[in-house]
């Protein structure tokens, strides 16, 4: 069980990371790329989530998926914003 909290927090974590290095993006391109990397750390964020939720191990994974899957939206709504420009 430990272990599957400890890659909830490095994806998180990571995601989070990846969006701030995005921020700071020196060209759309590069801003781009950032976003989907910070998306692809947010996909494994809900996939530890729906494990946590399945096991029964946390009554607050099934708000905190809503809330990643809604943050994953936003990545891949700005990202493909970002390529159509």
């Known amino acids: 069980m430990l272990h599957i909290g400890l890659q909830l927090v490095r994806s998180t974590a990571s995601g989070g990371a990846n969006f701030e290095e ?21 996909a494994e964020s809900l996939y530890w989530l729906r494990v946590i939720s399945r096991l029964s191990m ?23 914003t970002a390529r159509s420009r």
């Not at 607050?60 to 809503?66: H, K, P, V």
Request: zero cysteines.
């Open 22 to 42: 995005a921020r700071r993006a020196e060209s759309r391109n590069d801003f781009v790329h950032k976003v989907a990397i910070a998306s692809k750390e947010l």
């Open 58 to 80: 946390s009554a607050e994974a099934n708000a905190l998926m809503i809330e990643t899957e809604a943050l994953l939206k936003i990545l891949v709504a700005s990202a493909r």
